[in-house]
């Protein structure tokens, strides 16, 4: 190219396709004549005097299962007069294949005719590679993942969700969701994803679809400028389970009305010695004169009167025995049938207590078995603070830490490993004891230490994801102070509340990629300094949302409240009282998650 022959706008209009590697191309219908410039000619693998400039040089290169598609395309847009959009293989002489976007217009002739089509190309292998590295990961998660574009058609569906919907993704891709599944239409799952489309903002939600899939899902949707993404669980068996025990807590609430007792003691309003005390008078007179409740294995010379077992999950519990006087006939199979009754919801939920009790302190015990008591800083006081989800066993991934580094400096940690159960709780351990060891190194930075972390989670095998804040004290020098620095691996962010009552949000505008998906994500370290009397919190997210609020409500809500908490005064128990304040007037009553705390006055 010889820029000194061409005019000033076709010389810049020549640098910049030459810049952005975009080769040109022209086809004569007439003679047949295909023209490349020299970036196309080098791009599909030709050299100069190698290419004969006809359309059997082009197919040549093309892939053999993209010739139909790429001839059907040329053929629309030459019948049409129309414009040329395709994409398509180019198997280079090396072996290699390249992706080629090929772009361009139909040209008429004075009797209407397509005579010419002229266009460009350009490399798109790159962005390809990049779509492939995250297939890979959506491909490699247990949970159902599909997009949608702007007009409600599946443009990408990963395995999990080819197995849970029940459709294969070549006949999902392409297709309008509202036509593939049709019982969607005026149901939840329409209602919450055009309410995403139309506000930009995500949706958590649980909704019912009909056979053939005759399931529950968990879906939670996110809006982007390129359609939905939507990821979801089949949560079937958790409904059932929850619909059996609403079910059966509406059966019990009728018995209830005559057993007070039994339905306090399922409130947890009565221990189960004083609701089986309250079971035996709440059966008279309505089966008998007189009634007792034992508990334990029944014994062989069981007590006169009709004595009803309490047996559950094949366990006895105890015994229920009614007794009649001569003046009152014997029970009838009603009678009995509801003393069954009784007896077997009595031992039901006695047993259901204790192995709820039993689960909730294994649960607990597991937990805080992982967790530690902060250590004595000096400079500052640590209060922590771990609640588990309500449910029984539901053990979580929820972690906090806080240790001294060899030279001094302190670093407090808070995380969240993704699930709710005992592996989750399993990862929990492996991660912070992975972080421990990799942080106990003179100033090693937050930032440094999310990065070795990563890399350990992919080099160890560790089938994990999750988040977590870095907080690093040290002293701030001459300036006075406290020096604060921090990273964050796509956890909530760390709050300051400072000695004048603002509050201020540790935040960026594009936040790191969570711990477990890709451990070449830059981790971004950032620092302020503090002044005496400011309070440092990290917290996980049960603290600032759940199903009914999300977590861009929950944050406005935290802020606001330590605003109106005000700067926390010297001492343990000012800072002890100020934890459980946040707790007490933030967690979301309808939480099913666990919460982490750690809070830190700097002195």
Do not use: K
Request: aromatic residues 6%; contains cysteine.
């Amino acid at each position: 190219m010889e820029g000194r022959d061409l005019p000033m706008t076709a010389l810049v209009q020549e640098l910049a396709a030459e810049a952005a590697g975009i080769g040109s191309f022209d086809w004569d219908l007439a003679s047949g004549r295909l023209v490349w410039d020299d970036r196309l000619v080098e791009m599909f693998g030709y050299e100069r005097g190698s290419f004969g400039e006809s359309l059997a040089d082009f197919n040549a290169r093309l892939h053999p299962d993209d010739v139909p598609r790429v001839a059907d395309a040329l053929q629309q847009t030459i019948d049409t007069v129309g414009v040329l959009d395709v994409e398509y293989r180019v198997q280079l002489p090396d072996g290699r294949t390249r992706w080629v976007v090929g772009r361009g217009r139909a040209v008429a002739d004075e009797t209407g005719r397509t005579a010419r089509v002229l266009g460009v190309a350009y490399d798109t292998t790159r962005e390809r590679d990049a779509e492939a590295r995250v297939s890979r990961v959506l491909e490699s998660m247990s949970a159902a993942f599909f997009s949608l574009d702007a007009d409600w058609r599946f443009s990408y569906v990963n395995a999990e969700a080819e197995r849970v919907l029940g459709r294969g993704r070549d006949e999902m891709l392409g297709g309008v969701v509202w036509e593939l599944f049709p019982l969607a239409v005026g149901s939840d799952f329409e209602l919450h994803y055009r309410r995403a489309a139309e506000t930009g903002q995500p949706v958590v939600f649980d909704a019912y679809y009909p056979p053939p899939l005759d399931a529950w899902f968990e879906v939670r949707a996110w809006p982007g400028p390129d359609g939905l993404s939507v990821y979801f669980l089949d949560v079937t068996e958790r409904r059932r389970a929850q619909d059996q025990v609403v079910r059966s807590a509406a059966r019990l609430a009728m018995i209830a009305e005559v057993t007070s007792g039994f339905g306090a003691m399922l409130a947890g309003d009565l221990t189960p010695a004083l609701a089986l005390d309250q079971l035996a008078r709440a059966v008279v007179p309505v089966l008998g004169d007189s009634a007792t409740c034992t508990t334990g294995e029944v014994p062989a010379d069981a007590v006169s009167g009709v004595t009803f077992p309490l047996v559950a999950r094949g366990r006895s519990v105890g015994a229920l025995s009614v007794h009649r006087g001569a003046d009152r006939p014997p029970m009838d199979d009603e009678d009995l049938a509801a003393g069954r009754e009784v007896a077997d919801r009595a031992a039901l939920a006695l047993d259901s207590v204790r192995l709820y009790e039993q689960q909730r302190r294994i649960a607990e015990e597991l937990q805080l078995s992982l967790l530690t008591a902060p250590p004595a800083t000096p400079g500052a006081r640590i209060a922590v603070r771990y609640l588990p989800a309500a449910e029984a066993a539901q053990v979580g991934g929820d972690w906090y830490d806080a240790f001294r580094q060899p030279d001094g400096g302190t670093m407090v940690v808070i995380g969240d490993v993704v699930g709710h159960d005992t592996e989750a709780a399993a990862a929990m351990g492996q991660l912070r004891g992975l972080l421990r060891g990799i942080a106990h190194r003179s100033g090693w930075g937050p930032a440094a230490v999310l990065a070795d972390l990563d890399r350990a989670i992919t080099g160890l095998q560790v089938d994990t994801m999750g988040t977590a804040a870095i907080a690093r004290l040290e002293p701030a020098g001459e300036a006075g102070g406290t020096r604060v620095r921090w990273s964050n691996a796509g956890h909530p962010p760390i709050m300051v509340l400072r000695p004048d009552g603002t509050v201020q949000e540790l935040a960026t505008a594009r936040a790191d990629l969570m711990l477990g998906v890709d451990d070449r994500a830059p981790r971004t370290e950032h620092e302020l300094v503090v002044q005496p009397g400011a309070t440092v919190l990290l917290y996980t997210d049960g603290l600032v949302e759940s199903r009914q609020m999300p977590l861009d409500d929950g944050l406005p809500r935290l802020t606001g409240l330590l605003a109106e908490l005000g700067p926390v005064g010297p001492g343990r128990e000012a800072l002890e009282a100020f934890c459980d304040a946040v707790v007490a007037r933030l967690r979301p009553e309808d939480s099913e998650d666990d919460v982490a705390l750690v809070a830190l006055r700097l002195d």
